[in-house]
């Protein structure tokens, strides 16, 4: 699980630079807010947002820095930099979160005879100074977990200051004065940023304490602001002359202290951290901001004539007013993020932010999706009379409307369209397929990704998504679509409208997934919490739910609120605590057994029980997927139904506690690359010859049944709801299952970290590691050797200590490799095919034997796999 951070004035200069390089920084989950998102100044919205997101690091970015305006606003600057910091020092520690603060050398008077230390004397001499002071003194009393950085003269390429102020005055006058009787030392916000970052990282890794305490962080070197304007002008060749004055010459609301400089030993000491110099810094900051204009004016030439295509008669009025209106936008980022590329039809569909643009989600593009697969779908079933697709679509914003026009165009195409009332779920789709006999289907969804996202999935006549050769002619056919092409008018003769007969045909089967009915009467009162996220689960989950024979479902009624805009949480992805922290709390009030929740397009799952300190906690993918196998085996061996000839499949990143369970109950089972189209691959090639019975991959996905080919949130929540029922028969939470689970298979813990490379030498840097990783494997992981090495590019395993080499039996390559300890550690790399990242999955076993020991057990696996992170240098 990723470490929370919450960031604060995220707007300005510090936090804007701190999200700039946030993407470095992977095991971090961030949350940026500024004054709208979340204003520091009011007390409910802090504790509402602190409770509902449950951040581990607070990092305060937001302040008042107005030095002299602050002189006549005391009272908003006493509330920004010190009664709102003691609130959210405050609550932070409320939640165990811990706060690191920024605050100010203008604490100091400025009269110091050597460099500032940490617990030097204090005695401002502005109200800013005074007010951030104040700011100081309440963080420390009000949060025992604290860190307070305190910097000096900041400059970024975010926001107004000294420096962007002396490059514009230095364009405009030909002579200028500059104090030269005060000195201190100029940062560049970024250095402070990723000190910051580097700080939480280094503590989430326990490579480093977490010391509360007030520090010192600035660039090396001293100046005055004299000396720093020279330097600005020297560096950024501007003609402009710069003479020296004296304090008394510049006369202003607040005299600046006279010294400033900080002694920074205590920061460099404690986290190992290397300061540049100012002049280094500064000289950097020039550069890449030269490199950035030289760049971007060559994009945007580019961008702006791509843009006016778009404003001519092909595309509708709206959109050409929305081109134009970025167009004529003074500041051109949302023109080139939205021209500056075509958003790529991958193996995977469409994914982006909506839109107008290229690289946007619309109707065009998603039109253009359309019209590719149908020129796709006219040659390949060329020789059938008729032509079927099945369109459905989620909760999310303008869903709606791309199915539609999808339909259209389908229908304009000649293909008849099965197209839904009204949102569901993507394991209806998938059953849909496969029930009207369609050759493909479509679902407009963008799964659990943030509101501004859609995107489009597509899916083969045996209700999986496109698998290769289809996948890559699919891509040809798309990128062959231009605007003009698109058939948009719809020919509604051939569209039929799917509702209730589809939805009770899917429960039905749904409801064929039960494998002990009879528990479930007995245990019809199970206390089941269940959130659709605002998605598409709200229409089918907890009717499936109640034709498994549950009665007691309790709601989060806020949450079932259908919306786009997800309005209670800031992602929908059901793996995160805070998207079940509702629903987690419905469960305290109630006392429920268990809290199910779907994301959107409720294809994957969330499960949450109690532990044994009666403190809800969701399971991991690994756990879900490993009590539902465990679960289906063993019913189906107590009730005489594995009669020889079942297999499950997991994927190569899965636990291998599966296939463990697998093999010793005489369950034929098979490992395939992530992504369930893969699983729904090989029902394809055993169809008729095996029976299916389950499969599931960690990335809180399961399919329970084959009578859908993709993840399966409906029968996976109904099923997963008689599995607490069946615990709860024997007397046991789930909780207690897993933990005999373990206790009978074996101990795994498993954990996954991904490596963020970002642009071409971010592609070439990740290539590298594998290459490495390839030709120079570890020879010991974690204490124990390395036995075994699995190329899946090569389809090789060698075993290391007897040379010995066998051939991986998979139908096609992937760029992942897998290592194997004596000890049964198995890591598994992979560089992401659609983000600049390189994924690690770790899998450590562990010596358990009782249960009292579980926590112990974990921790150690937790420390190994750091150990072993460490050892990668991850
Ligand atoms: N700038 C400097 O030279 C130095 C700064 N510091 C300290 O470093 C820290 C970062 O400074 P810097 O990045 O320059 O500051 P900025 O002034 O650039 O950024 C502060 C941010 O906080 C936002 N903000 C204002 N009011 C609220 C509110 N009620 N709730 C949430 N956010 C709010 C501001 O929004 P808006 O702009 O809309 O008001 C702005 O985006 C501060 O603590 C500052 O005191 C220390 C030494 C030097
Ligand atoms: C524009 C200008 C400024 N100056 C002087 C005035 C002042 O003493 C000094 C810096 O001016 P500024 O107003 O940019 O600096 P100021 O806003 O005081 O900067 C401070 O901001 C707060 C938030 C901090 O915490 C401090 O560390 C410090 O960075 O430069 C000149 O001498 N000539 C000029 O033409």
């Known amino acids: 699980m990723k470490t929370k951070v919450l960031v604060t004035g995220a707007k300005g200069q510090l936090g804007s630079e701190i999200q700039k390089i946030s993407g470095s920084f992977p095991e971090i989950d961030f949350y940026f807010t500024d004054v709208e998102e979340l204003d520091i100044t009011d007390p409910w919205k802090v504790a509402d947002y602190l409770i509902l997101n449950k951040p581990q690091f607070l990092v305060n970015c937001a302040a008042y820095t107005a030095v002299d305006k602050a002189e006549t606003d005391l009272e908003t600057a006493t509330l920004l930099n010190a009664t709102a910091v003691g609130i959210l020092a405050e609550q932070a520690a409320d939640i165990g979160c811990k706060i690191i603060h920024v605050s100010t050398d203008y604490v100091f008077n400025g009269r110091g005879p050597r460099p500032y230390r940490e617990d030097d004397r204090v005695d401002p001499r502005s109200v800013y100074g005074s007010t951030k002071l104040e700011g100081e003194v309440l963080c420390m009393k009000n949060n025992p977990e604290y860190m307070i950085i305190r910097t000096s003269w900041l400059y970024s390429a975010f926001g107004t200051n000294f420096v962007k102020t002396m490059v514009r005055l230095g364009g405009e006058k030909t002579e200028l004065g500059v104090i030269a009787d005060q000195i201190g030392s100029p940062t560049n916000a970024a250095d402070l940023a990723d000190a910051i970052l580097t700080i939480i990282s280094s503590v989430i890794s326990a490579e480093k304490q977490f010391v509360p305490g007030i520090y010192h962080y600035s660039n090396e070197g001293v100046a005055s602001w004299y000396d720093f304007t020279k330097a600005i ?12 004055i004296a304090s008394e010459d510049y006369p202003s609301p607040v005299q600046r202290p006279a010294y400033s400089v900080m002694n920074k030993s205590k920061i460099k000491l404690n986290f190992g951290l290397q300061i ?56 051109p980022t949302e023109l080139i993020d939205s021209f ?21 989600m619309n109707i065009y593009t998603v039109g253009a999706a359309t019209q590719g697969l149908s020129n796709y779908l006219k040659k390949e079933f060329a020789g059938l009379p008729e032509i ?19 339909a259209d165009i389908f229908s304009a195409n000649g293909i008849k369209v099965f197209l839904f009332e009204d949102l569901r779920p993507t394991p209806e789709l998938s059953f849909a397929i496969r029930e009207l006999g369609c050759q493909s289907g479509i679902i407009l969804t963008a799964s659990h990704n943030p509101k501004e996202y859609n995107g489009y999935k597509a899916y083969w006549d045996d209700g999986s998504q496109i698998v290769s050769p289809h996948d890559e002619n699919i891509i040809d056919e798309v990128l062959k679509v231009k605007a003009i092409d698109i058939k948009f008018k719809g020919d509604k003769s051939l569209i039929t409208i799917l509702g209730a007969d589809m939805d009770n045909l899917f429960l039905e089967k749904v409801k064929s997934v039960s494998i002990s009915p009879e528990v479930v009467q007995r245990q019809k009162d199970l206390k089941i919490v269940y959130t659709p996220i605002h998605g598409t689960g709200v229409r089918m989950i907890p009717a499936a739910l109640r034709a498994f024979g549950f009665a007691n479902i309790i709601n989060v009624p806020e949450q079932d609120v259908v919306s786009g805009d997800f309005p209670t949480v800031v992602s929908p992805n059901p793996e995160e605590t805070a998207a079940l922290s509702m629903a987690i709390a419905k469960a305290v009030e109630v006392d429920a057994d268990v809290v199910l929740a779907s994301d959107p397009d409720a294809d994957r799952i969330g499960v949450a029980v109690k532990n044994d300190k009666g403190e809800f906690v969701i399971l991991n993918g690994n756990q879900t997927a490993l009590v539902f196998i465990f679960y289906i085996i063993s019913k189906r061996r107590e009730s005489n139904k594995l009669l020889g000839n079942e297999f499950i499949v ?7 506690l599966i296939a463990k369970i697998a093999e010793r109950n005489n369950v034929d089972f098979y490992d395939v690359f992530t992504g369930f189209k893969y699983i729904a691959e090989v029902i394809r090639d055993l169809e008729g010859k095996k029976v299916y019975i389950g499969g599931g991959e960690e990335s809180f996905g399961f399919m329970p049944a084959d009578f859908v080919r993709d993840k399966d949130a409906v029968s996976s929540c109904a099923l997963m709801a008689e599995i607490v029922a069946w615990a709860k028969d024997q007397g046991k939470s789930l909780y207690e299952m897993l933990l005999d689970i373990y206790l009978k298979y074996g101990y795994s813990r498993e954990k996954m970290k991904y490596v963020v490379r970002k642009g071409k030498t971010g592609a070439e840097e990740i290539q590298q590691m594998m290459v490495n990783f390839r030709t120079n494997p570890p020879k010991e992981l974690g204490g124990s050797k390395l036995k075994i090495v699995k190329d899946y590019e090569t389809l090789i395993a060698k075993n290391l200590l007897s040379r010995e080499e066998t051939k991986i039996d998979q139908k096609t390559t992937s760029n992942v490799l897998q290592f194997f300890t004596e000890d049964g550690t198995k890591i598994s790399v992979r560089p992401s095919g659609t983000e600049p990242k390189i994924k690690f999955y770790f899998e450590v076993a562990g010596e358990f034997t009782k249960r009292a020991d579980y926590d112990t057990v974990e921790k150690l696996a937790d420390e190994k796999i750091e150990a072993i992170m460490q050892e990668l240098d991850l």
């Open 276 to 331: 540049p110099h100012w002049r280094d810094s500064l000289t950097e900051y020039f550069q890449k901001r030269n490199n950035d204009m030289a760049t971007n004016q060559e994009v945007l030439e580019n961008v702006k004539l791509r843009a006016a295509e778009w404003l001519t008669d092909v595309y509708d009025e709206a959109t050409k007013a929305e081109v134009r209106r970025m167009l004529s936008n003074e500041d």
């Open 388 to 406: 079927k697709v099945a369109i459905c679509y989620d909760c999310r914003n303008n869903s709606r409307l791309f199915s539609e026009t999808s």
């Open 340 to 360: 500056y590329r075509d958003l790529e039809f991958g193996t995977g569909g469409l994914r982006g932010i909506m839109g107008a643009g290229i690289n946007r």
């Open 650 to 656: 997991k994927t190569i990143v899965t636990t291998e």
């Open 233 to 244: 002008f020297d560096i950024a060749k501007i003609n402009c002359l710069v003479k020296p």
